[in-house]
């Protein structure tokens, strides 16, 4: 089945700066990748997304890169903001409908 | 923005009890999921539910589990005779017809004592 690696584990920048977390996936049938954010006490919010037939998505600050060759794809924060400091966690669908998640990112922004 | 809820947020429950958690999905959505996370791992997929029945589900997702839309808004997780193994964070999701983004619900912690 589908696993999903995400890098780092813990992301530490100074406001203004960017950020970027990776993560690889195993599955190439795997067509539809999102991005979530998770704040304490609440469930991950979905930033953005990505399917497979696009390499590259912005939205605002944040950009989602995707290299289906290597299997693997990219979340770019640009200009960081204290509000960023979250869990960032990656997914991959496999089949129909399930999400395969990363292990997440916990990024925080240093003021 | 619409939103998908869950209760109750904190279930503590002996071990061998059954417990039922709770989840109001986005209104207009046609797919329900459930995913747990244990602490300090991953997120995991354990159902997927459309048109009345179980479209896919994992090998977490035993005998034990069950899941029901009892009416149009409710979608409910049942697990009949809970172990300490369940103690996890239990996320409820939703999408619409085009089953791409799935939107989560604030989780509901379950711990097994």
């Known amino acids: 089945g589908e696993n999903v690696e995400q890098h780092p584990s813990t992301l530490s920048v100074q406001e203004g700066d960017s950020a970027v977390i990776k993560c690889t996936y195993s599955?190439?049938?795997?067509?539809?990748f999102p991005w979530y954010k998770q704040e304490l006490g609440k469930g991950p919010q979905l930033i953005i997304d990505?399917?497979?037939?696009?390499g590259e998505k912005k939205d605002q600050r944040i950009a989602v890169t995707l290299n289906k060759t290597a299997k693997h794809f990219s979340l770019h924060i640009t200009e960081t903001q204290p509000e960023d400091s979250a869990v960032y966690f990656c997914a991959a669908r496999q089949g129909a409908q399930k999400l395969v998640f990363g292990q997440g990112t916990r990024l925080t922004i240093n003021p | 923005e619409p939103e998908v809820t869950q209760t109750p947020s904190h279930q503590v429950t002996q071990m061998g009890q059954e417990v039922i958690l709770r989840c109001v999905p986005i209104?207009?959505?046609?797919?329900f999921y459930w995913y747990r996370q244990i602490l300090g791992q991953k997120v995991e997929f354990l159902v997927s539910f459309y048109n009345n029945e179980i479209s896919e589900k994992s090998e977490i997702f035993d005998d034990q589990f069950s899941v029901e839309r009892p009416d149009g808004s409710n979608f409910t997780l049942k697990i009949r005779s809970t172990k300490l193994e369940d103690s996890a964070m239990y996320f409820c999701?939703?999408?619409?017809?085009?089953?791409?983004?799935?939107?989560f619900g604030p989780g509901t912690r379950l711990t097994v004592t």
């Open positions: 990505i399917r497979s037939n696009v």
């Open positions: 209104s207009n959505h046609l797919y």
């Open positions: 599955d190439s049938a795997s067509n539809y």
């Open positions: 999701a939703s999408s619409d017809n085009s089953i791409y983004e799935q939107y």
